[in-house]
């Protein structure tokens, strides 16, 4: 549950949006309360699981149909990926995938419905024929999974309409060096017809299996999907004694969300001598990866460590130290001051602490050279 806390969420909310506003499960009665309740949820501050998840989910549905009908146009004769903004009426696509208005409502042709189309349900049409079913209460009831697929197209949506537009032409190149059966379809309109509609569900089912949110983050928080949600960074900043934006950069972004979700945010702490200074004290050590500990919480936690060990035990680590000048001097040049890393060594004899510092040969093998999400511990020296 703990590893997949963004997937999760997010995929509830995902189809739950669908159920209660798309499928109208919540009564007229009822919706503004089921609004009001989900922009509730999406909407609350900071790192917020459901909405980052929500958005996630959507942009791989996205990703998998656009690249879906891509494929399929690149088959069409004469297309290739050089002439494709040029050839390609992408206009005109958009009207073609448009859900057939069998499947999108399906109970106002409840008579011409076909048993035999994949995308009815045969057995529920006949229930709803015979009056056992209420077609106008449950629509989607009458719909296979196929079906639901088209009738509830993402591409097809208008706040997604603008997704297949934006295609690059790095994005094209790359999805034509795999395609080996090119110029399959006479017409622009051949091609969209044998398009799959399922597969960007098909392709969110595959991920919920195989992912967890590092996994799912580390694969899907691309720079497309950086810029167009509004996603950004902020820090602390001396200077100004508040938080500020820092970097809308996909890199920076990834990075600071993977830095709070590998090993679920929290530092890595090791065993590294438990006979320090031939004491039979416990030495700890904190593999820094550019986040400094809190330390007022680590010596806490060793309060509670010399417990369990009956013996003082001390903490190896880095913390950034800056001094009120360096402020002063940044903040007059609009700057945030450059913190220097020093080694620490914290100790608790199970009365009082002790504080020393650490030269750079001392804290070599636990400091990162950058701050890194990709790296293991191990790989860090």
């Known amino acids: 549950q703990k590893m997949t806390k963004v997937m999760n969420e997010g995929w509830a909310a995902y189809w739950e949006s669908m159920m209660m506003a798309d499928e109208r499960?919540?009564?007229?009665?009822?919706?503004?309360?089921?609004?009001?309740?989900?922009?509730?949820?999406?909407?609350?501050?900071?790192?917020?699981?459901?909405?980052?998840?929500?958005?996630?989910?959507?942009?791989?549905?996205?990703?998998?149909?656009?690249?879906?009908?891509?494929?399929?146009?690149?088959?069409v004769e004469?297309?290739?990926?050089?002439?494709?903004?040029?050839?390609?009426?992408?206009?005109?696509?958009?009207e073609l995938l448009e859900p057939d208005p069998v499947v999108a409502d399906p109970t106002a042709y409840i008579e011409e419905l076909d048993p035999?189309?994949?995308?009815v349900d045969a057995g529920n049409l006949a229930a709803a024929r015979d009056g056992d079913i209420d077609a106008e209460t449950y629509p989607w009831k009458l719909l296979t999974y196929e079906g639901l697929a088209e009738r509830h197209y993402s591409l097809a949506k208008a706040q997604n309409r603008g997704f297949l537009k934006r295609v690059g032409q790095s994005e094209l190149e790359q999805t034509a060096r795999y395609l080996f059966?090119?110029?399959?379809?006479?017409?622009?309109?051949?091609?969209?017809?044998?398009?799959?509609?399922?597969?960007?569900?098909?392709?969110?089912?595959?991920?919920?299996?195989?992912?967890n949110d590092v996994t799912f983050l580390d694969e899907f928080l691309t720079p497309e999907f950086v810029d167009e949600n509004d996603y950004f960074t902020y820090e602390y900043t001396h200077t100004t004694r508040d938080f500020r934006v820092t970097s809308s950069e996909a890199a920076d972004v990834k990075k600071k969300l993977m830095l709070q979700f590998t090993n679920f945010g929290k530092p890595t702490i090791a065993v590294h001598d438990g006979n320090f200074r031939n004491r039979n004290e416990l030495l700890l050590a904190h593999h820094y990866n550019g986040v400094q500990l809190d330390l007022r919480e680590a010596k806490q936690t060793l309060e509670r460590v010399f417990e369990l060990w009956g013996r003082p035990v001390a903490l190896k680590t880095v913390v950034k130290e800056l001094d009120e000048h360096d402020i002063e001097v940044a903040r007059r040049r609009d700057k945030e001051p450059e913190p220097t890393e020093q080694g620490k060594l914290v100790r608790f004899d199970g009365e009082s602490f002790e504080e020393e510092d650490l030269t750079d040969e001392e804290i070599a093998d636990i400091r990162a050279t950058a701050v890194d999400y990709d790296t293991k511990p191990d790989d860090w020296l």
């Open 25 to 75: 499960f919540a009564a007229a009665d009822e919706f503004v309360s089921y609004a009001d309740h989900m922009a509730q949820v999406l909407g609350s501050p900071g790192l917020n699981p459901y909405k980052l998840g929500f958005e996630l989910w959507q942009y791989i549905e996205n990703r998998r149909n656009r690249r879906e009908v891509v494929e399929h146009l690149l088959r």
């Open 78 to 94: 004469g297309v290739t990926w050089r002439n494709f903004p040029d050839t390609v009426d992408l206009d005109a696509v958009m």
């Open 181 to 211: 059966d090119t110029e399959r379809y006479g017409s622009v309109e051949a091609a969209i017809a044998d398009v799959d509609r399922t597969a960007g569900w098909d392709r969110m089912r595959e991920v919920r299996e195989s992912h």
């Open 116 to 119: 035999e189309d994949p995308r």
